[in-house]
């Protein structure tokens, strides 16, 4: 005796099929949903462990007095320098990843004015590996002569106090998504001895923000 399928029974049975499948994509799109967190949670973990950013390195390796000229005009109290200074600069990228940076423009200061700097073009360094830079620094006698300390500071005691500032900014590259923007500021502080035409008393400190 065969029983004839009511439309409820086909609807019953067509429901069910349908609540399967839902189920099915259901599993599906929460299975991706996890992976996709996890993945996340990696990328997290490795950027703030392994990956994690470090402050480059700046180091004012030397700096070298090639050229002192001294003229003074007593009846006036004036006195006019032409320095020429070369130094060597080391940046050391401690990082897992490329450093790039943006231009450096080294420069020097007597009292508080700055009177000469240098230009060194942008770059990148690679990971955990040091890049070198050479630089030289000219100073004219029109950049100083108005300073009414020089004079005593030339003449009467022979030391000049200097300071030499290096700024650094640029970007740590995690990977696709996390770039970290570094900013390294070197400050040199030394003497130039006017009677023996030498550099003195240089120390340096430096200061990193991430």
Do not use: W
């Amino acid at each position: 005796m065969e029983m004839e399928s009511t439309p409820e029974s086909r609807y019953s049975v067509a429901d069910c099929k349908y609540a399967r499948k839902h189920k099915r994509r259901r599993k599906i799109c929460m299975l991706v949903l996890c992976a996709h967190i996890i993945l996340v949670i990696t990328f997290a973990i490795l950027n703030f462990t392994v990956l994690r950013p470090k402050r480059p390195v700046v180091t004012l390796d030397s700096l070298t007095l090639k050229d002192l000229t001294v003229s003074i005009d007593a009846a006036r109290f004036k006195v006019f320098l032409n320095i020429t200074m070369s130094g060597d600069l080391s940046i050391y990228n401690p990082n897992r990843v490329s450093f790039q940076y943006e231009d450096i423009n080294p420069y020097i200061e007597y009292r508080g004015e700055e009177f000469g700097d240098v230009h060194v073009p942008a770059g990148k360094i690679g990971s955990r590996t040091t890049t070198a830079i050479n630089f030289v620094l000219i100073i004219m006698a029109d950049r100083l002569s108005s300073d009414p300390n020089l004079y005593s500071d030339v003449v009467e005691k022979g030391i000049l106090p200097l300071n030499i500032y290096v700024k650094l900014k640029g970007k740590v590259k995690l990977n696709v998504l996390f770039k970290v923007k570094v900013k390294v500021s070197t400050k040199c502080d030394l003497s130039l001895d006017i009677h023996t035409a030498s550099l003195a008393n240089q120390s340096c400190q430096s200061k990193t923000k991430l």
